[in-house]
């Protein structure tokens, strides 16, 4: 008994002399700090950045013109192949003429007749004319007879009645000479619209443009002011309308009086750079529907990209704000805080800033407040991150 009382606690103090021993030894070591995480950064620029608009838009023809023949008949022959571009003036369709042209000649012999009548005519007018002047001075011969009592006054009577006579038969011709030329003018009218007619004939394009389907083949009989035979639109210029907000609209009159708002069309998988153009109408009323209002925009169109009825992505350039910090978007992470990005800080740890952003262009946004010009701010990588981290920048 007295061996183990002595046993014992040597025992004891010679664990706890081993554990005094061991215990130094893994302070000493301490946990192995995590690596730096690798990142992509960029710098925050300061420049200025376009204020715009985006939205939807379609192509719309900058004249549309379904043609139709002012005249009935049978088409003898088409001019063009579908989807032809054309230019006004091009002859498209040809009518049958042949009885336009009999119609001309018709009323061409009916003023070659009227003509003749009417220098028939005049040759009476002056035959009856030279009647009117022998009988006047009869007259006037025979009331000075009878003053005298050389002749009865029945035989003064008898020739006044004859003179009055052959002045009617003035006016009667007269008034057929009258009759004959309103007649000669209507024939010349007549052939005026006939010929008018003829030239119905060939259907010429009214615009310059591009042709749709033809909707009548040659061969088939059409009627005048109805058949439809094929729609031209012009695309050189061409329009494209699109909506926006009416919150924008004090802005946009604004610009609009200053000068012409620029307008960028981008059409979807087309790797061409924008289209551009400028806005030219807006409608006179907002749309209480939809709280849009509407509006146009010209572009030149001189490669034809743009065609009637396509979609396109529209930018609307309202001002260039000066002075703006900017950031590629992929910088930016939300949160239900808000906003925020990661700034990578001088001894290359990360910080989360919240900011407030402005408007963004393509893929850079503007940074209103938060972050200032000249710090790096984390593009790619960010999941792997939390506030105070090590970071390895690219």
């Known amino acids: 008994m007295r061996i183990w009382k002595f046993v014992i606690p040597a025992a004891g103090a010679l664990l706890m002399t081993g554990c005094a021993k061991h215990e130094p030894t893994a302070n000493a070591a301490g946990n192995p700090a995590p690596p730096a995480v690798t990142v992509k950064v960029a710098t925050a620029a300061v420049r200025s950045m376009p204020v715009e608009i985006k939205t939807i838009g379609k192509v719309e023809a900058f004249a549309s013109v379904q043609l139709k023949a002012v005249i009935g008949?049978?088409?003898?022959?088409?001019?063009?192949?579908?989807?032809?571009?054309?230019?006004?003036?091009?002859?498209?369709?040809?009518v049958d003429s042949r009885a336009y042209v009999e119609a001309i000649r018709q009323w061409e012999a009916n003023l070659a007749r009227d003509q003749a009548l009417q220098k028939q005519s005049e040759a009476q007018l002056a035959s009856a004319q030279?009647?009117?002047?022998?009988?006047?001075?009869?007259?006037?011969?025979y009331a000075d007879l009878a003053k005298q009592g050389i002749v009865s006054q029945e035989q003064a009577d008898q020739a006044g009645v004859e003179a009055r006579a052959r002045r009617t038969n003035v006016r009667a011709v007269q008034a057929a000479i009258d009759s004959i030329k309103a007649t000669i003018r209507a024939d010349e009218a007549a052939i005026e619209n006939a010929k008018l007619n003829l030239s119905y004939c060939s259907v010429r394009a009214p615009i310059n443009g591009r042709t749709g389907d033809m909707r009548i083949k040659p061969g088939?009989?059409?009627?005048?002011?109805?058949?439809?035979?094929?729609t031209i639109h012009q695309v050189q210029p061409a329009y494209v309308a699109f909506t926006v907000p009416e919150a924008k609209l004090i802005t946009l009159r604004r610009r609009m009086k200053q000068g012409g708002l620029t307008v960028s069309a981008t059409i979807p998988d087309d790797t061409l750079p924008d289209s551009k153009g400028t806005i030219t109408f807006m409608d006179n009323s907002v749309d209480p529907a939809t709280g849009t209002i509407r509006l146009k925009a010209t572009f030149p169109n001189a490669e034809t990209r743009l065609w009637t009825g396509q979609f396109v992505n529209v930018r609307v350039l309202l001002e260039e704000k000066a002075n703006s910090v900017v950031v590629p978007a992929a910088a930016l992470q939300n949160s239900q805080a808000g906003n925020y990005v990661y700034v990578v800080t001088a001894a290359q740890t990360v910080?989360?800033?919240?900011?407030?952003?402005?408007?963004?262009?393509?893929?850079?946004?503007?940074?209103?407040?938060?972050?200032?010009g000249g710090e790096k701010v984390v593009v790619e990588g960010q999941l792997r991150l939390s506030p105070?981290?090590?970071?390895?920048?690219?």
Do not use: C, H
């Not at 009647?131 to 011969?141: L, S, T, W």
């Not at 088939?220 to 094929?230: D, F, G, R, S, Y």
């Open 388 to 394: 105070g981290m090590k970071v390895k920048a690219l």
């Open 73 to 94: 008949g049978t088409i003898t022959k088409a001019f063009f192949t579908e989807g032809d571009s054309v230019k006004k003036g091009d002859l498209l369709f040809e």
């Open 130 to 141: 030279a009647q009117e002047a022998f009988y006047g001075m009869q007259e006037k011969r």
């Open 220 to 230: 088939n009989v059409i009627k005048a002011n109805e058949t439809e035979l094929v």
């Open 351 to 372: 910080e989360m800033r919240p900011v407030v952003i402005g408007t963004r262009a393509d893929r850079e946004i503007a940074i209103d407040k938060g972050l200032q």
